[in-house]
């Protein structure tokens, strides 16, 4: 019973974790200029973190190291280093948009200008990382953040056209006005948010830091392939409403509260606050892992005591960085630099380097020395090289699109 | 060496500044953007308007919603005006879009004000010329691609 509880709460957490304001931010903007005819990369790259995270987890779990732990190991120094630098900098990004998110989300509830809420977001994501216990904070904020499903809701009373979302979504093409580059761009986006490499750090190592063992293969198993399957239809659902409101008026959305409109008019006043609410946890949690990500990549590179699983004074080092990348975060929104722009170059870079995070993660799932017995299957191998294959391409592209679109606009 | 990177570092500035448009299309597709980024501006607003007018979301949320609107429309408007017009027949351009764009921004004030006051129920008035302004830029939009 206790096992049944575990992986249910696993998966709870799993779809409440899966949105951040990457998601968020990419689902709408794609939603609204290209309707559903970029939701095949939704599936793509759900597919794709579902099968490294699922590496990555059993990696962790079964040699009890997380992914980052064995890189340079594995690999040396100088190549460990490269990603380090590549990995680092992306989840830097990364915690800086969600810390703006997370500003961006109580301004919407208080009016109070977001630049004014930075301190105070950074310091009570550096406060949650330093006395709140892992299970706690990993369990509450993805608990809240399943308060996203009120989209879900208010989609479904809006009784939309089924067969129509289904054929544009089934029949992708590239709407009148727009240019295939530009769509090209919007999907690599869309690809770089769902494949966050921030996501495969902090999972591999959340399950060293709660303790799995072999016996947990299963909660690892149910937690990638439920969970995060059922996260990728919530920012699915930000897409669909975005179609629906956003593409036919010409809307381009570029706040975060053009997102809740559409909830507001289908549901009202109540639908508002649980949305905001979800903003709040699913940028707040993110915000949260993405800093301890930093702690994460840098403690485990330079053999550093890492983890929340010892007290903070044995493990300095990772507590240090963590603050230091908080701080810088937070410096960077306070800059007046957009938080949603911050998202969407973060998004867009994260693609061209996802080659770098998830090609050592396949290279150490095959190594019988790490894996012994539980090495990846022919089919788990096919398609991780299939999807790597594809991350190269994605990568060799990115900047150029970026080029030549000028950031998509 | 260094004056490769010195040469290299112009050539960025440079590109990154705008640089002066020399022919009516060019500058009558700047128009197009700057109209289709005013229309999403004014379509969200109308949609917030419409939340009002249907109790369906907060005061406060709906300032912000509509602060921003008026924000992105101003700073379109601005970057458009900041483009010098390369001859006399861009001029009647500018002044058929400015002519658009100047009423477009007084609503979206009054929007903004008025729901900044809580005067929510006086939304929908002060929306009402959007409508066929929102059709207008779109038009033009659609004319200057």
Known sequence: ???VFEIALGILTAIGGFVDIGDIVANTETGARFGMSLAWVVVVGVVGICVFAEMAGRVATVSGRPVFDLVRERLGARVALVNLLASFFITFLTLAAEIGGVALAIELATSVNYLLWIPLVAFLVWFVVWRVKFQVMENVFGLLGLALIVVAVALWRLHP??????????????????????WWYFAIALLGAAMTPYEV???????VEDGWTRSDLMV??????????????????????????????????????????????VLGKLGLAVLLVGFFAATFGAALETALSCGYTVAQYFGFQWGKFVRPTEAPRFHLVTLLSIVLGAGLVLSTLDPIKVTEYSIVLSAAALPLTYFPILLVAN??????????????????????????????????????????? | MRSRIAALLLVAIVCGCTGPVRSFNVYASKGG???KAVVSAVETARLAVSAAAR???????????????????????????????????????????????????????????AARRGDLVDLPRLAAPLAGLSKRLDDFAQAHQ
Do not use: C
């Open chain 1, 220 to 265: 690892n198993r149910a937690n990638v392939y439920i969970g995060f399957p059922l996260g990728g239809l919530l920012s699915l659902t930000l897409m669909v409403m975005a179609t629906l409101f956003f593409e036919p008026r010409g809307i381009e959305p570029g706040h975060l509260s053009q997102v809740a409109l559409s909830t507001a008019l």
């Open chain 2, 33 to 35: 953007k700057t109209a």
């Open chain 1, 201 to 207: 750090f902090f999972f591999s190592s959340g399950a």
């Open chain 1, 367 to 409: 190594d019988p020395d790490y894996m012994g017995d539980k090495v990846n299957s022919r089919l788990g191998n096919a398609i991780g090289s299939l999807y790597l294959a594809l991350l190269l391409v994605v990568a060799v592209v990115t900047i150029p699109l970026m080029i030549l679109t000028k950031a998509g606009s």
């Open chain 1, 1 to 3: 019973m206790r096992k």
């Open chain 2, 55 to 113: 109790d369906r979301a907060y005061g406060r949320y709906l300032g912000q919603v509509l602060a921003e609107a008026e924000r992105d429309a101003t700073a379109a408007q601005g970057t458009f005006d900041a483009i010098q017009p390369p001859d006399r027949r861009t001029d009647r351009l500018r002044e058929e879009l400015d002519g658009l764009l100047t009423p477009t921004l007084s609503s979206l004030a009054d929007l903004r004000i």
């Open chain 1, 161 to 182: 056209d089924w067969g129509g979302l289904i054929h544009g979504a089934t029949h992708p093409a590239v709407p009148k006005g727009e240019g295939h580059p530009t």
